[in-house]
């Protein structure tokens, strides 16, 4: 590693979760100029799974950062470039010899810098053929200055005496591609996109030189690609089809991305793997609801979250435990059941950023207050937006509570990997027969949702049923554990 390396180090971006691909950088805490310390955030990201914040892990002084607040990244690209020695002034310009590299992995010739010096990915190098470094790929972030630049006649001096000049530019186009026009030139580039853009393109007939990039530095999106073909099919269909809304129109359109992108093709491999089962079972909770006002005023639950899915999830507890194969999970690779000993319990929360399922771990040994503060920590964490991927890897079995919406029940699609979810329906005053006579009672609807390839009907209904025995007689919480 050069000199100029070890002062203008970069940080790249982290798989903050488990094989995650890319985030969108949300918010930068940071700017160009502002000084850093080991462990600082810098910006926050938001992943297929949730939003985090990166902490940054050297000291030293912004020097570039390299994407705007929108932008989707893949894992391992540079987002900063941090100056960590900020004492030693400006450095020497770095260029490496055009000998060096093949022809197609030569990049454009970069702007000039400050004070007549040639900038490089990360500030300002060392003099021309001092070093003889790998050439390095140009990131998508420098490609607009790389490409638009005038090729130089020569390098500037890194010294007093005068430098031998550098090679000039090979014609055919570099790496990554030019833009429209390269040193007053008319040549036309290669459009910029990523290769599964491309893809799409070649896949619905769109040529990429009559796209408009929307992407940072020009870079054509898939949303461009897709709003090119819409735009082509909208002009095909205009002998037939209706008058255009007119301006301000009733519709919007919001891309797909982060947690509701995961969401959605998770759902989707759920339901079209698993066999889904779904019982359900409408019991009496009186008792239950009546224990929950009491367990408010109980000195041991002072100060924590009391509400009936707390006791819902402890009755779910309770009936795993008395019925423990239903907490598996189906190894297709294998072709195996896991049967797990413990119980990381899932709570179905509703964010602004969409749905998510951070999980209790090992809420099978908590106890009761220990899992109403468990629960509440969960709930007030996903509000802010500050759940972490951990915290939603490893679930077992999962509650969504449909009820706070005031509906009676649903069919839940069970979070992958998992082999139940249980719905808890809203709770009601409705006629019921109590000890012979009909009588105003609180009544709920629970549903029941099971892998079929590993839970048969007589297990997952013994769940069911045991759940909701133990809401209808609170009291078997202690005799049945």
């Known amino acids: ?88 002034g400006e450095a020497a310009p770095q260029t490496a010899p055009a000998a060096q590299a093949p022809a197609a992995e030569k990049p454009a010739p970069e702007p000039a810098g400050k004070e007549g010096r040639q900038a490089n990915l990360v500030g300002y190098g060392a003099a021309p053929a001092s070093t003889k470094r790998r050439p390095r790929k140009p990131l998508p ?3 607009r200055a790389e490409a638009a630049a005038p090729a130089p006649a020569a390098p500037a001096p890194a010294a007093p005496a005068p430098a031998a000049p550098a090679p000039a530019a090979p014609a055919a186009p570099a790496r990554p591609e030019p833009a429209p026009e390269l ?117 041991e639950m002072a100060g924590l979250r009391v509400n009936p899915l707390l006791l819902v999830a402890k009755a779910l507890l309770v009936a795993i435990r008395r019925n423990p194969d239903i907490n598996a999970t189906w190894d297709e690779d294998n072709q195996e059941i896991v049967y797990k000993d413990y119980v990381n319990l899932g709570i179905a929360a509703a964010t602004p950023r969409g749905l998510i399922v951070p999980n209790i771990k090992d809420a099978h040994a908590k106890t009761l207050p220990e899992l109403a503060s468990a629960l509440g920590e969960l709930v007030a964490t996903a509000r802010e937006g500050k759940t972490s991927p951990a915290a939603m890897s490893g679930g077992t079995v999962t509650i969504t509570n449909v009820g706070v919406f005031g509906v009676d029940t649903g069919t839940p699609l069970l979070n992958p990997g998992e082999s139940a979810i249980l719905a808890f329906g809203a709770v009601k005053l409705q006629p019921w027969v109590h000890k012979g006579k009909v009588k105003p009672r609180q009544v709920t609807t629970l549903a029941l949702s099971f892998d079929h390839r590993l839970v048969d009907g007589e297990l997952g209904s ?20």
């Open 141 to 143: 972030g420098r490609q």
């Open 1 to 88: 590693m050069t000199a100029v390396e070890q002062r203008f180090r970069e940080f790249k971006m982290p798989d903050v979760g488990e094989g995650l691909t890319e985030a969108e950088i949300l918010k930068w805490f940071v700017a160009p100029g502002d000084t850093v310390t080991d462990g600082q955030v810098v910006c926050e990201v938001e992943t297929a799974k949730a939003a985090v914040e990166l902490p940054i892990p050297f000291d030293g002084v912004v020097h570039e950062l390299r994407f705007d607040e929108g932008t989707t990244v893949d894992v391992g690209t540079p987002i900063i470039s941090v100056d960590t020695d900020p004492g030693a």
């Open 183 to 299: 040193n007053g030139s008319a040549r036309t580039a290669r459009p910029l996109a990523k290769p599964p853009v491309r893809k799409l393109a070649k896949d619905l007939g769109i040529a990429l030189e009559t796209v408009t990039p929307s992407g940072p530095d020009g870079i054509i999106t898939r949303e461009d690609v897709h709003a090119a073909a819409e735009a082509v099919q909208a002009v095909q269909e205009a002998p037939v089809a209706a008058p255009a809304p007119a301006a301000g129109g009733r519709e919007r359109r919001v891309p797909v991305k982060g947690v509701r992108k995961a969401t959605a093709q998770a759902m989707v491999n759920s339901a079209f793997t698993a066999p889904h089962v779904t019982e359900f079972v409408t019991v009496d909770v009186t008792r239950t609801m009546k224990l929950v006002a009491d367990l408010k005023q109980d000195p």
């Open 462 to 481: 013994k769940v069911l049923a045991d759940v909701a025995a133990v809401l209808e007689r609170p009291k078997r919480l202690i005799t049945w554990t």
